[in-house]
């Protein structure tokens, strides 16, 4: 489902010029993002985590490129891989220029998913898609940098050991290194490939 | 003559529609329910050491008179099937089994990422593009049925 930029949900005189400028200025602002956007765009929070082959992942590095950040567990059979999937077909639709989109995965879940688990879990949607891991400290401070939480509940009634609950948005961050767009779960791949594009032309 | 013998076919035919109804309806009864579009996620098996876990999403269709529930879930890919529900909480998506899911009489159920979902545990086997899971999916009135979902 799109959302409103947060930017055109002020008072009315506002946005009359907000939507005047719009008008004004016509095709070269392009169309507006169309799913979650962040006004004022802040800084992304910086990061440094492990690939599984033990490369050191700084956010930093991207500037120019746009990051989709996930955060998810591989024992997560629902949520975490219908994300992945979608941002793959995000990939596939941007063609050439996916080339500047690095769709990560960050483990909520450091007590069981191993480098291993998680190489191969990224590698079933796209050999491009990178699995991060830390230890429990980092990971916990990644996710409460932006606002990530992730409950462990053991469920009665499943034979699964135990699931995690998580928030489960794909926060976009832009060529300038802000955290741009946050894409609710259900955003349609169309939305997104939009809204990612817009980003990569600028 | 000719418009009587045409009445006479047509209260014939009439009949014969009135009289072979039931048996179709009855013989339906035990399968009112048709499974549609199923298909399930690709996954790793992780080693198929029972570790990983897949989903399957399966429509399911109600012709009866009668409401249904599905009661139970196997599959050839998976150590066990479960059958879930993942609900979202404020920002959190949360996953819960569900003990069945009932399907109203003449109604529809669609299984779908970030609803419902049959919950594949412990995978036997790489769910891969292009690969087919049977799942056997058991009704409390309809018995068991098979479908062959596609994996994508």
Known sequence: MAQRSTSLRCRLPVRLVVLAVLVAAGPALGAPFRSGVLEPPRPAPDFTLRTPAGAEFRLARHRGDVVALTFGYTFCPDVCPTTLAELTQVRARLGAAARRLHVVFITVDPERDTPERVRAYTRAFDATVIGLLGTAEELARVRKAYGVTAQKRVVPGTSAAYLVDHSAFVYIIDPEGRLRLMFPFGTSIDDMTHDIELLLRR | ?152
Request: hydrophobic fraction near 45%; glycine fraction near 10%; proline fraction near 7%.
């Open chain 2, 1 to 152: 003559m000719r418009t009587i013998a045409l009445a006479l076919s047509l209260a014939a035919l009439a009949a014969l529609v009135v009289t072979r109804s039931p048996a179709p309806a009855a013989a339906q009864a035990a399968s009112a329910i048709r499974l549609e579009n199923p298909w399930a996620r690709r996954a790793p098996a992780q080693g198929g050491h029972g570790g990983a876990n897949g989903a399957a999403y399966v429509t399911i269709r109600n012709d009866g008179v009668e409401g249904d529930a599905l009661v139970a879930a196997a599959s050839d890919a998976a150590a066990r099937v479960e059958l879930h529900e993942t609900v979202k909480d404020g920002d959190v998506m949360k996953m819960r089994p569900l003990p069945k899911l009932g399907i109203a009489a003449r109604d529809r159920v669609e299984m779908k990422p970030g609803g419902h979902h049959i919950m594949l545990l412990g995978l036997k086997r790489d769910l891969k593009p292009g690969d087919r899971v049977t799942l056997t999916l058991t009704f409390d009135k309809a018995g068991p049925m098979s479908v062959e979902a596609p994996v994508r």
